[in-house]
C-alpha cells in the first residue's frame, strides 16, 4: 500500500503515548497545576519517569527550584478541566480553584495531589542536567497513590491539536514478567 508523505511538524501526534497527566507544583504555600503529555517511564523500581516541561511554563520555574511535583492521572470525566490547565497560566490565576479541582495533601512532598484524579505519583527531581537544554527532567516516584474503585481507567492519551484517544479495550496475553 502507498505510504504518504507526513509533515515533521506533527510526529509528535504519532508517538505520543500518554496518558495525559496534571502535574501539580507548589512555591510558598500556593499550588500551581499544569497539563502534560510528553512523559515516558525510564526504570520500574525505584520508578523513573522523564518529561519534557517548557521553561516558557510557570510550572517549570517552580519544579526547577522546589526539585518536586505530583503526577496526576485524570480520566476522561474531567477532560474539560485538563484542557483548561492546559491553556491558561498559574502566573496569572488559581487553576484549583477557577477549575473546580481540589487539592489534597501529600506524604512526601508539599505539591498537592488533585483529588478528582484516579492515581497520583509523588515525585522528586533526580535528575535536571538536561533541564536547561531540552525542559527534560528525570523525575524519581516516591509514593503512589490509586483508587481501588476505578479498574478500567478511562485515561487521556493527546493526539496533538485538540483531539485525544480515550483508553478503552484491554486484552491480556502471555508475558515473561510476573
Ligand atoms: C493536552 C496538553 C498537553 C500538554 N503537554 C505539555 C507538555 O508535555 N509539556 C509542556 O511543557 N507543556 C505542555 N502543555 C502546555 C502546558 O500545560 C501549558 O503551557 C500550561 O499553560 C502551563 O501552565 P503553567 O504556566 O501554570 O505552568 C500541554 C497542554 C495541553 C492542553
Redesign the pocket.
Known amino acids: 500500500m502507498a505510504k504518504k508523505s507526513f509533515p515533521l511538524s506533527k510526529v509528535y501526534s504519532l508517538l505520543e503515548p500518554g496518558p495525559?497527566v496534571l502535574?501539580t507544583?507548589a512555591l510558598k504555600g500556593r499550588p500551581?497545576?499544569?497539563?502534560?503529555?510528553?512523559?515516558t517511564m525510564m526504570e520500574f523500581e525505584p520508578p523513573l519517569v522523564g518529561?519534557?516541561?517548557?521553561d516558557?511554563?510557570?510550572?517549570?520555574?517552580?519544579l526547577k527550584s522546589t526539585k518536586e511535583c505530583v503526577i496526576n492521572i485524570p480520566t476522561v470525566e474531567i477532560a474539560a478541566k485538563?484542557?483548561a490547565?492546559?491553556?491558561?497560566?498559574?502566573?496569572k490565576v488559581d487553576?484549583f480553584s477557577k477549575f473546580g479541582l481540589t487539592p489534597v495533601a501529600a506524604s512526601r512532598v508539599k505539591a498537592p495531589l488533585v483529588g478528582e484524579c484516579y492515581a497520583n505519583l509523588e515525585c522528586k527531581v533526580a535528575d535536571a542536567k538536561l533541564a536547561a537544554k531540552y525542559?527534560f527532567f528525570v523525575l524519581e516516584v516516591l509514593k503512589a497513590w490509586i483508587d481501588p474503585l476505578i479498574k478500567h481507567p478511562r485515561t487521556?492519551h493527546?493526539r496533538g491539536r485538540?483531539e485525544?484517544m480515550i483508553a478503552g479495550e484491554t486484552i491480556k496475553l502471555p508475558s515473561r514478567m510476573k
Open positions: 495525559v502535574v507544583t500551581n497545576v499544569m497539563t502534560m503529555s510528553w512523559l518529561c519534557v516541561m517548557s516558557l511554563n510557570y510550572s517549570f520555574d517552580i485538563v484542557v490547565c492546559g491553556n491558561s497560566s498559574g502566573r487553576k525542559g487521556l493527546h485538540g485525544f
